[in-house]
């Protein structure tokens, strides 16, 4: 089956501290790889996407590589910002259009 | 380019009650997914319309039921409500097409059960 699997928060750095949040798949066939963001009271927005093996999905510093031989999909950050304090969260698009999201991970920055 | 809305905004309802909650997809999108997340957790896949039709369903009973209408806006409805139904129900719309066709979130509806 399809499962998405998060690294558990929550995550607090200080602002300026080099980010990693873990994500891990399980998924038939070739799935598209999508890290979200969720910001208080809002709904989730698309941080970036990769689609094939070895693809690298980035925006607004955010990055994550798509890795066919370990399953994984982790989200890194150079240097964070208090603004960047959300719950993310890692999620697969196998056959067919449905998503499968893990459990998210809430990260808080402080300055 | 308008995003996907969803009304209420907020909805507080009593166990066995009925539902509806509305969506409106992004213009140009032809498929609508619902989601249910607890508080806490990942968005759970209720199901998803294409075209009017139902076109995949999560583990969901079928109390949880849904329209999709000819201008791709959709209806979740959610019949003997319980008390773990509370939590906020997303819509998302995107193309069918196309292997990374992301969704388009809307703010969701919180309900809530009593």
């Known amino acids: ?111 | 380019e308008t995003g996907v809305t969803q009304s209420p905004t907020h909805l507080i309802k009593t166990r066995g009650q009925q539902v509806t909650l509305r969506c409106s997809s992004q213009s140009g999108h032809n498929t609508v997914s619902w989601y249910q997340q607890a508080l806490g957790q990942g968005p759970q896949f209720i199901f998803q319309y294409y075209r009017e039709e139902e076109n995949g369903r999560g583990n969901f009973p079928p109390r949880f039921s849904g329209l999709q209408f000819p201008n791709y806006s959709s209806e979740l409805n959610v019949n003997a409500l319980e008390l773990d139904d509370s939590a906020l129900y997303l819509c998302a719309s995107s193309l069918a097409s196309g292997r990374a066709n992301e969704q388009f979130f809307g703010p969701g509806t919180r309900l809530t059960v009593l």
């Open chain 1, 1 to 111: 089956g399809n499962s998405v699997t998060q690294m558990e928060g929550p995550v607090t750095l200080s602002e300026e501290a080099f980010l990693t949040i873990n994500c891990t798949y399980t998924a038939t066939g070739y799935p598209s790889l999508f890290w979200y963001v969720q910001y208080p009271g809002e709904g989730l927005q698309l941080l970036l996407k990769a689609t094939k093996a070895d693809d690298k999905g980035s925006n607004k510093g955010f990055e994550a590589t798509y890795r066919k031989e370990t399953t994984s999909f982790h989200l890194e950050k150079g240097s964070v910002q208090v603004s960047d304090s959300a719950v993310y969260f890692c999620a697969l698009r196998a056959t067919g259009n449905q998503f499968y999201f893990g459990t998210g991970t809430s990260l808080t920055v402080i300055p």
